[in-house]
Nanobody
Framework: QVQLVESGGGLVQAGGSLRLSCAAS????????MGWFRQTPGKVRREFVATISASGGSTLYSDSVKGRFTISRDNAENTVYLQMNSLKPEDTAVYYCAADRIVSRLRTGFNVDYWGQGTQVTVSS
C-alpha cells in the first residue's frame, strides 16, 4: 500500500514558479514509477503532465509543459517533485501525484495503482 500526499500548490502570477511535492509512504517507493496529472473543472479525464521512472533515469513530459516543467525524485526521501516555471493561466488546475509499477499506465492515467488527493494551482494573468 502506498499513500501519496501532495503539497506546494497555491496562487501565482503568470510567468512565476511553483514547486510541487508528493510525499509517499511505504518502503517500496523506489520500485514505483511516478507521475503528475492535472484536472480542470468540467473535464472528466485527468491530463498527463509528466512521469519519471522508478530509478529517476527516464522522464517524459506532455508537449504543453515541455521545457517549462521538470519532474524529479528523491528515493531516499520518498518524494517526487514537479518544478513549474514560466507558468501560464492555462496551467491552472488541480495537480495529482500518481504511482504505478507499470510506467505506461502513468502516460494515460488508466488503472493507475495509487493517486494523491490533489493540490490546487492557480495562475493569474
Amino acid at each position: 500500500q502506498v499513500q501519496l500526499v501532495e503539497s506546494g500548490g497555491g496562487l501565482v502570477q503568470a510567468g512565476g514558479s511553483l514547486r510541487l511535492s508528493c510525499a509517499a509512504s511505504g518502503r517500496t517507493f523506489s520500485s514505483y514509477a511516478m507521475g503528475w496529472f492535472r484536472q480542470t473543472p468540467g473535464k472528466v479525464r485527468r491530463e498527463f503532465v509528466a512521469t519519471i521512472s522508478a530509478s529517476g533515469g527516464s522522464t517524459l513530459y506532455s508537449d504543453s509543459v515541455k521545457g517549462r516543467f521538470t519532474i524529479s525524485r528523491d528515493n531516499a526521501e520518498n518524494t517526487v517533485y514537479l518544478q513549474m516555471n514560466s507558468l501560464k493561466p492555462e496551467d491552472t488546475a488541480v495537480y495529482y501525484c500518481a504511482a504505478d509499477r507499470i510506467v505506461s499506465r502513468l502516460r494515460t492515467g488508466f488503472n493507475v495503482d495509487y493517486w494523491g488527493q490533489g493540490t490546487q494551482v492557480t495562475v493569474s494573468s
